[in-house]
């Protein structure tokens, strides 16, 4: 369907979002620079309601402040909902806090459980990305002899059980390890 013309819009509230219709209508407009349909559905994406603006789903809470400060929100910048009731899209409700400032304000005082931690462990290790190496223990004085009986860089990985790199990172950052090998 190609709207030419922007009548005014009429919302579906499908989640019972509160929210300021003639706001959320004023910042679809600001948002997008063609005409919208004239129905739109306030649904659940995710834990958050949200509307589709040309195949686009914007949160409410984000769009409404990105059009209340009359700019697009940066990627680490949080809209916070004062309350806690993520359905409450009201002006007075709504601020910006910083990545690290929201997290630490939702997680004080929280104590998790071990199985809670394991449980975050093994999702962070199915995380596609950086894969993080298992810290391993070197006794720099056994290194040291290893080095001065003339091993190599790679033997030494082998029997420590680690990566080359491992080694080297460690002679790097201890500089005197070589200073024994020299004599």
């Not at 589709?52 to 929100?73: A, D, G, P, T």
């Amino acid at each position: 369907m190609i709207v030419r013309v922007q009548k005014p819009i009429e919302f579906i509230n499908k989640c019972n979002c509160i929210v300021d219709y003639s706001d959320l209508e004023k910042a679809i407009l600001w948002y997008t620079n063609k005409p919208v349909t004239r129905l739109k559905t306030i649904y659940l994406h995710g834990q958050y309601p949200a509307v589709s603006i040309h195949k686009e789903k914007i949160h409410v809470h984000r769009l409404l402040m990105m059009y209340w400060e009359q700019r697009k929100l940066r990627s680490e910048e949080y809209v916070h909902h004062k309350d806690e009731n993520k359905l409450n899209a009201l002006r007075e409700n709504l601020e910006i806090r910083y990545v690290s400032d929201h997290q630490s304000l939702h997680n004080k005082g929280k104590k998790l459980t071990e199985s809670h931690k394991n449980k975050i462990s093994n999702a962070n290790r199915k995380r596609k990305g950086m894969k993080f190496k298992k810290r391993r223990n070197i006794p720099l004085d056994e290194l040291r002899i290893l080095l001065d009986k003339g091993w190599s860089v790679n033997k030494i990985a082998k029997h420590f059980n680690v990566d080359w790199s491992t080694i080297r990172n460690r002679i790097y950052v201890n500089p005197e390890l070589l200073a024994g090998s020299n004599e």
